[in-house]
């Protein structure tokens, strides 16, 4: 099946949801038609080409809400404090009502599947979209703990989480560092009983040490696990998914 043609969306908006995260709101003609119900997707903004290439610069980002006729989008706002941001960061810095982006996708939801017990999630702010979306859909009597790490205290942002999913924030001024954070806080936390399901979305590193926890030493099966990275320290997207790949195939055991 051939994938839908990108679309020119418009900035409508530029907001700051907590002081390392921005919103942009897009839409105008280009959002005509748009599939409904896409929050917790993901779409591929298009920014110019890295010199000496000829292909669009591509970035994966989260549908953080959809209304008629928008989409929002946050960013988390990684080395803008340091200067070695990139253009993901740079433009959703700048934009401007008006501005336009080649806009691909929507690609498919990750959510939490009904009928477990206890409902473990875990997730650096790149991770906060889909998170966020996945516990405001989730059953109101659920149960389960959230660990969320975020780049300062202020960043602590509202979630309409079910009262039985407590969230737990790690700050990290430094995204990328300490990986081990993350998996440090499941641990601590123990392991709750009844059916467990796992979503984690994270750096590389992150996802790594916590898929050897969630899956090697507590046994989870894909069909309780949910585990991705969605980016990797020192790398751009298009390097960090050749990784990724490789990462995939040596940890996929054979049948």
């Not at 390392?20 to 997707?41: C, D, F, H, K, N």
């Not at 898929?211 to 020192?234: C, D, F, H, T, V």
């Amino acid at each position: 099946m051939a994938r839908p043609a990108p679309r020119t969306m418009t900035v409508l908006s530029r907001k700051e949801v907590s002081p390392s995260m921005i919103r942009v709101t897009l839409g105008g003609e280009g959002l005509a038609g748009y599939p409904e119900e896409q929050q917790g997707g993901y779409v591929k903004l298009m920014f110019p080409p890295r010199p000496g290439t000829a292909k669009p610069t591509l970035r994966t980002y989260t549908i953080r809400a959809q209304r008629e006729g928008e989409i929002d989008v946050d960013f988390a706002l990684h080395g803008v404090d340091n200067g070695v941001s990139g253009p993901a960061t740079n433009w959703a810095v700048t934009a401007n009502p008006g501005d336009t982006i080649e806009v691909g996708g929507p690609g498919q939801a990750k959510p939490l599947p009904e009928g477990f017990d206890f409902y473990l999630v875990a997730g650096d702010m790149t991770a906060i979209p889909a998170i966020s979306v996945n516990l405001e859909a989730l059953d109101r009597t659920a149960q389960g703990l959230v660990v969320l790490e975020i780049q300062r205290e202020e960043d602590r942002i509202a979630i309409d989480a079910p009262e039985g999913v407590a969230i737990q924030w790690v700050v990290n001024p430094e995204p990328g560092a300490k990986p081990e954070l993350l998996v440090e806080a499941l641990r601590a936390a123990g392991w709750p009983e009844g059916r467990i399901y796992a979503w984690a979305a994270s750096e590389f590193s992150a996802m790594r040490l916590m898929r050897g926890y969630l899956r090697e030493e507590r046994g989870l099966s894909p069909s309780e696990l949910y585990i991705s990275s969605y980016w990797k320290q020192g790398l751009d997207e298009e390097s960090h998914k050749l990784v990724k790949r490789e990462d995939l195939e040596a940890a996929t055991p054979e049948v």
